[in-house]
């Protein structure tokens, strides 16, 4: 599944994300399995909104996991280890108004994840990918 | 408990749902940061809030839960009334602030939805 996601209107922020969860719903996946794929993807559709300009999300469903591949061109970001940090946020106070900015996205995205990597690189953009296994390998 | 007797105990007023007013809930968490509602999960909960707005809803939908009471007699505009009702969501509004909502819920045996980690 592909989506274009943009920051014009924050609104519609989350609509990739529901699109997800109700295609996995129709697949009849566990509710727990969803729910972490569902809170991942919107947190990091949120950022894209917040604090990127644009992006995309490509997300694949295979038999075993969930392949989230978020795409956006946004500032980058300067230190990652510190964006992952729960309570670190350069959200500016409109955003903490609408009830976002808090600081968890990261955080969050990474313990509904079974793995997530950064890459970003300053004034050009950032790309979060996470994968959600749906039988945990053990 | 279901979403019926949410309403009775916080005297609200039902904005839609009347479909869903025999759901079950079993847990509730009060907050206006969405962020932080998305940070704790568990199954079946009410939340409730001061914000209005779709990310409300949305947030809702993400953790499943059932239905949603705006405190301190706020009220929710039409596009996230339609937006709930497409994802059998209930919407309530009370006259309560936040603290006096959450307590009468609990007092009514309601337990917090919001635990840490
Ligand atoms: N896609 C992104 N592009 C640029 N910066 C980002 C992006 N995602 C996150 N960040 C940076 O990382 C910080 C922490 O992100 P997060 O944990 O989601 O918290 P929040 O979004 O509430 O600020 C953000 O405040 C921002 O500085
Ligand atoms: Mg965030």
């Given at each position: 599944?592909?989506?274009?996601?943009?920051?014009?209107?924050?609104?519609?922020?989350?609509?990739?994300?529901?699109?997800?969860?109700?295609?996995?719903?129709?697949?009849?996946?566990?509710?727990?399995?969803?729910?972490?794929?569902?809170?991942?993807?919107?947190?990091?559709?949120?950022?894209?909104?917040?604090?990127?300009?644009?992006?995309?999300?490509?997300?694949?469903?295979?038999?075993?996991?969930?392949?989230?591949?978020?795409?956006?061109?946004?500032?980058?970001?300067?230190?990652v280890?510190?964006?992952?940090?729960?309570?670190?946020?350069?959200?500016?106070?409109?955003?903490?108004?609408?009830?976002?900015?808090?600081?968890?996205?990261?955080?969050?995205?990474?313990?509904?994840?079974?793995?997530?990597?950064?890459?970003?690189?300053?004034?050009?953009?950032?790309?979060?990918?996470?994968?959600?296994?749906i039988n945990?390998?053990? | 408990?279901?979403?019926?007797?949410?309403?009775?105990?916080?005297?609200?007023?039902?904005?839609?749902?009347?479909?869903?007013?025999?759901?079950?809930?079993h847990?509730?968490c009060?907050?206006?940061?969405?962020?932080?509602?998305?940070?704790?999960?568990?199954?079946?909960?009410?939340?409730?809030?001061?914000?209005?707005?779709?990310?409300?809803?949305?947030?809702?939908?993400?953790?499943?839960?059932?239905?949603?009471?705006?405190?301190?007699?706020?009220?929710?505009?039409?596009?996230?009334?339609?937006?709930?009702?497409?994802?059998?969501?209930?919407?309530?509004?009370?006259?309560?602030?936040?603290?006096?909502?959450?307590g009468?819920?609990?007092?009514?045996?309601?337990?917090?939805?919001?635990?840490?980690?």
């Open positions: 599944m592909h989506f274009q996601v943009s920051s014009e209107d924050f609104t519609r922020a989350g609509e990739a994300s529901s699109a997800v969860k109700k295609a996995l719903k129709k697949l009849g996946l566990p509710p727990d399995i969803i729910r972490r794929v569902a809170i991942a993807m919107y947190e990091g559709e949120i950022n894209m909104v917040i604090h990127a300009k644009s992006g995309e999300i490509d997300v694949v469903i295979t038999p075993d996991y969930i392949d989230m591949t978020l795409r956006d061109n946004g500032p980058g970001i300067q230190d280890e510190l964006a992952m940090q729960a309570g670190y946020s350069t959200a500016p106070e409109e955003v903490r108004n609408l009830g976002f900015g808090a600081g968890m996205g990261l955080p969050n995205m990474k313990k509904n994840s079974d793995e997530m990597t950064i890459d970003t690189e300053l004034g050009v953009g950032t790309t979060v990918k996470m994968k959600v296994y945990t390998p053990s | 408990m279901k979403i019926k007797d949410v309403m009775e105990i916080l005297d609200a007023e039902l904005i839609d749902g009347q479909n869903l007013l025999d759901n079950e809930v847990t509730a009060g907050s206006d940061m969405m962020s932080d509602v998305l940070a704790f999960v568990k199954d079946q909960s009410v939340l409730m809030t001061g914000l209005i707005n779709l990310q409300v809803v949305r947030t809702a939908e993400m953790m499943d839960m059932v239905c949603i009471v705006f405190v301190r007699g706020k009220r929710p505009d039409d596009a996230i009334i339609s937006l709930a009702r497409d994802r059998n969501i209930a919407l309530l509004s009370t006259e309560h602030p936040m603290f006096t909502a959450c009468k819920l609990y007092e009514a045996g309601l337990r917090g939805g919001c635990s840490p980690q």
